[in-house]
C-alpha cells in the first residue's frame, strides 16, 4: 500500500473519531446517554470532573 492511501484513511477515521466524541458529550450534557449503571457513573464523572474544571478556571 502507498503512504498516501494509509494517511487518508487515518485522516477519515479521525475524523470519525472526533465527531463521535463530540456527539457523546453532547449526549452526556442532555442525560441522554442511557439509564444503564455504567451511564450514570459516566453522566457522574462527566459532570464532577466540569465542576471541577470551572472551579479551578
Not at 458529550?25 to 462527566?46: D, M, Q, S, T
Amino acid at each position: 500500500m502507498k503512504y498516501n492511501l494509509l494517511h487518508q484513511l487515518q485522516k477519515d477515521h479521525n475524523k470519525r473519531v472526533i465527531d463521535f466524541h463530540k456527539n457523546h458529550a453532547l449526549e452526556l450534557e442532555r442525560g441522554e446517554n442511557g439509564n444503564g449503571l455504567l451511564a450514570k457513573w459516566e453522566r457522574f464523572v462527566y459532570k464532577k470532573g466540569k465542576a471541577f474544571l470551572k472551579a479551578v478556571k
